[in-house]
């Protein structure tokens, strides 16, 4: 009897045709990372750039290393960061925003992946306030894990990057299966990820991939973000994470 696994798609496996790539791998050009002379990682990072439509991609170990480095590029410490009450980066991320990053955390709720915009207009700190951390970030999730893998509308979406503008933002988005929600709305994933200024997705969730993740954004965000990659593995190794 075949048994068919939907606890989560984290327990897939990688496609036959994937593992004869991994196989392959061997005869890969290869090169430093860091240097930015590794070729096979390069092409990967170039293809995926153009194909989430953004300047510059950075190859990332795992999603939750990829949402951080992207929130730490676009932050500094002290300053409040937006998440949603039941998004990934706020209850499966080991508290890695506040713990390594400095952030302060301010949470609001949605319904079916959807923010209330009155509520949160309610939660921007006055900038001229100098007792308090001034907001700088809104994160939201798409597909929606905890809202039974909800797909964000686009109008929802728009309204969110509207709402950025407004309020002197940045936006991130946690796309961990940005690709499932692509085809859910019967659209490329470009009109997804062109509004937000970061993106991050899964390798290993719905691309048949054995490992990883990639982050997306402009040029300068990906240079300060490839820093923060190689400061956060320093700092892991420095407090024995």
Not at 207 to 221: M, R, W
Request: aromatic residues 8%.
């Amino acid at each position: 009897m075949k048994i068919v696994d939907l606890r989560s798609d984290t327990v897939t496996k990688s496609s036959p045709e994937m593992w004869e790539y991994v196989k392959s791998m061997g005869n890969s050009d290869l090169g430093d990372d860091v240097m930015g002379e590794y070729p096979t990682v390069n092409e990967l990072e170039e293809k995926a750039a153009k194909f989430i439509g953004k300047e510059a991609a950075l190859f990332i170990t795992s999603g939750t290393q990829g949402n951080l480095v992207s929130l730490l590029s676009q932050t500094k410490p002290g300053v409040e960061i937006l998440l949603e009450e039941l998004s990934h980066i706020f209850l499966n991320e080991v508290g890695s925003a506040v713990r390594i990053g400095g952030l302060m955390i301010r949470t609001y709720p949605l319904e079916r992946g959807v923010p209330s915009f009155e509520y949160l207009q309610s939660l921007i700190r006055d900038k001229e306030e100098i007792h308090e951390p001034p907001s700088t970030l809104l994160c939201t999730e798409n597909t929606h894990n905890y809202h039974g893998g909800a797909i964000v509308e686009l109008d929802a979406l728009k309204k969110m990057r509207d709402f950025t503008f407004k309020n002197e933002l940045k936006f991130h988005l946690d796309g961990e299966r940005i690709f499932k929600a692509a085809v859910g709305l019967n659209v490329h994933v470009t009109e997804i990820t062109k509004l937000a200024d970061s993106v991050m997705f899964y390798l290993s969730k719905g691309l048949s991939c054995p490992v990883g993740s990639i982050v997306a954004g402009s040029k300068e965000f990906i240079s300060r973000t490839r820093r923060f990659r190689k400061m956060l593995v320093e700092e892991c190794v420095r407090r024995e994470l």
